[in-house]
């Protein structure tokens, strides 16, 4: 390991095998060297999770993509993380498996100003009834993905 690095794992699995009332699933997945060509979600998500680059012109950029999705709250967990050059997404992907859970859309932490406010990004944390969530980050070298999840009933 490096030293101040952490670790984390994912395990997927497909949702006929999951048991329980409710599961969270992994249903969208894709990817793409330009974030301007990365295929987005059809349906808005009704969370979006994303990491900006704490600059105003590159957010402004994403910001225009984040704004194709129509989600119904934006927020983020850089704030909190700091900049995670190994797995931001895997991240943002337990973030929004929590959100999922907990029925709460997280908000950005410490966000005053955002560089588009015409954008739902959340600034304190409500309620909200959450099916689906987006998590759209960019990696240090430029690869965008995009994950999708949903809540949704398991097998018993």
């Known amino acids: ?89 895997l991240v943002d992907i337990l973030l929004g498996r929590a959100a999922l859970l907990a029925q709460h859309a997280p908000p950005v932490a410490g966000l005053t100003e955002p560089v588009v406010p015409e954008l739902p990004f959340l600034r304190q944390e409500q309620p909200a009834p959450l099916r689906t969530v987006a998590v759209l980050n960019r990696d240090d070298n430029g690869f965008s993905a995009c994950y999708q999840l949903a809540l949704g009933a398991a097998r018993s």
């Open 1 to 89: 390991g490096i030293a101040g690095e952490g670790a984390a794992a994912l395990i997927l699995r497909r949702q006929e095998d999951l048991t329980g009332p409710e599961a969270v699933c992994l249903v969208g997945l894709n990817a793409h060297a330009k974030l301007s060509a990365l295929e987005l979600p059809a349906q808005a998500p009704d969370l979006l999770i994303s990491s900006g680059t704490g600059r105003p012109d590159p957010d402004r950029r994403l910001c225009t993509t984040l704004a194709r999705i129509s989600a119904t709250h934006i927020t983020g967990s850089q704030a909190l993380t700091g900049i995670l050059s190994g797995a931001p997404s």
